[in-house]
């Protein structure tokens, strides 16, 4: 970027697209630190400069992705980053003329868009699927805001659930338009935070009602972004000073996820080149997701198990994230460090069959298993969590507890490495765990409570825009629940 720069100083864009840069992989926990006092202190200046940025979508071309990984509340951080977006490019905060207070209509059917660059195989595609199926179409119109590329079952089902399907250009005056066009009364984005493109397109006011998920388990700190749809599951009481959004709580987790069946033919351990003795501890996560702070934690999970194994998942991406993450380890781990195997980042199937050969998967305590606690569980293989402050990493424990089980979920380091050790050496307990996941795993698939939850949320919103109520407050710690 010094150089790009060096030949084009007048790129505002890139110079705040530099400032914003974060290393997958940090280094330690000090690093981290550092890093976000530096991102703070960068932003406050440009703040104060005069920037212009007329297209932030191309010019600056990347989002506030990895801060989610650090264990901080960001909303101050992405509060500030937001108002250097819109001072930089006024233009983002884009209205749609249908949201004037003048507009507040009575209607007998809402028309509703879902808006995602990730309605496809992947964790926001199969989050959304069912709900986009199942949302009443009594009360609702549902309408897909969608970007080009190559389809897949998900994509193509996702499609065929909604009434009208309109695809994105990736431009964002004419996707303002398009948007605009469609005069939406609410536009839910489950995901902001990911995509860069979708990120800056959410500043713009589309409907009277805007709400973002958990997708990206992170506040956006855009202000026309009015709700985030939680549960009160996943939650601790002060959670709303965690996110610029208003905080919903839904009464279960926000999806209609469909139970992924358990592959009809095993995988074994010498099918993934796994050792055929001693205990596999599995951390399914991506590899950015392993915070510094739990090296020690997975440290002295192998000291005290000298037949244990941790196995991790190698990146796609050639293998940078691997290597920076090994040389982490060489430093924080290595006496032990001869017992962490990586393995090829595999398909889906062949990913519930690894499932299937855990002795016990484990969950990353500041930013949990979503999708891959979903799938383990469904495998009927004990996950132990250990729930942290944030909603990104309570997903597990919140899976756990609309099961009505809370064995597995951990207190603290020891408690956490104590379930662990259990699992693995008392054959007892850990039948015990399986045939209580076993008996309750069917109350986190195809559940309509959270469909019906969000429509009575949507519903009510809809109405206190009608009723000019103000500041959102009419939503404060209320628990939407189906009935």
Partial sequence: MDMALSFKPEKTGWRVRKDLFFPVIPQSEEDIQTRRDTLTQNIAALANENLSVSDPALDIGITNFYLAYHNYNDRSLLQDIAKLHIKSCPELAYEAQHCQPERREKKDILRIGFLSFLFREHTVGKLMRGIIEHFSRDLFEVIIF??????????????????????????????????????????????????????????????????????????????????????????????????????????????????????????????????????????????????????????????????????????????????????????????????????????????????????????????????????????????????????????????????????????DADSYLSLALRLVQDIDFKRRMQADIKANVDKLYKRPEPVQEMERFFIAAYDAFRSAKPDRDWARDMIFTAG
């Fill in 146 to 411: 969608r970007f080009g590329g190559n389809k897949d079952p998900m994509s193509e089902a996702i499609d065929q659930a909604a009434d009208k399907v309109v695809t994105l250009t990736r431009n964002l005056k004419k996707d303002r338009q398009i948007i605009g066009g469609e005069e939406l009364d609410i536009l839910f984005y489950p995901d902001i935070g990911i995509d860069p493109y979708t990120y800056f397109l959410s500043f713009a006011r589309f409907a009277p009602v805007q709400a973002v998920s958990w997708g990206h388990p992170d506040t956006t700190g855009i202000p026309n972004i009015d709700y985030f749809i939680s549960s009160a599951l996943l939650e601790l009481p002060e959670a709303s000073s965690h996110y610029s959004e208003r905080l919903i709580r839904l009464a279960h987790l926000p999806t209609y996820y469909f139970r992924p069946d358990i592959p009809e033919n095993p995988l074994t351990r010498s099918d993934l080149g796994l050792p055929r003795e001693g205990h596999l501890y599995v951390c399914p996560q991506t590899l950015f997701k392993f915070h510094p702070g739990f090296d020690a934690t997975l440290g002295d999970l192998l000291r005290r198990d000298p037949d244990g194994y941790l196995i991790l998942i190698d990146d796609a991406r050639g293998g940078h994230w691997k290597r920076l993450l090994s040389d982490r380890f060489r430093f924080s781990l290595g006496d032990v460090i001869e017992r962490i195997i990586f393995i090829p980042h595999m398909p889906g199937e062949k990913f519930l069959g690894l499932l299937t050969l855990a002795d016990v998967v484990l969950d990353i305590p500041t930013f949990s298993g979503g999708n891959s606690s979903f799938e383990a569980l469904a495998m009927g293989t004990p996950i132990i969590t250990w729930p942290q402050d944030f909603m990104r990493g309570r997903v597990t424990a919140a899976l756990y507890k609309q099961m009505g089980l809370h064995e597995l979920i951990a207190t």
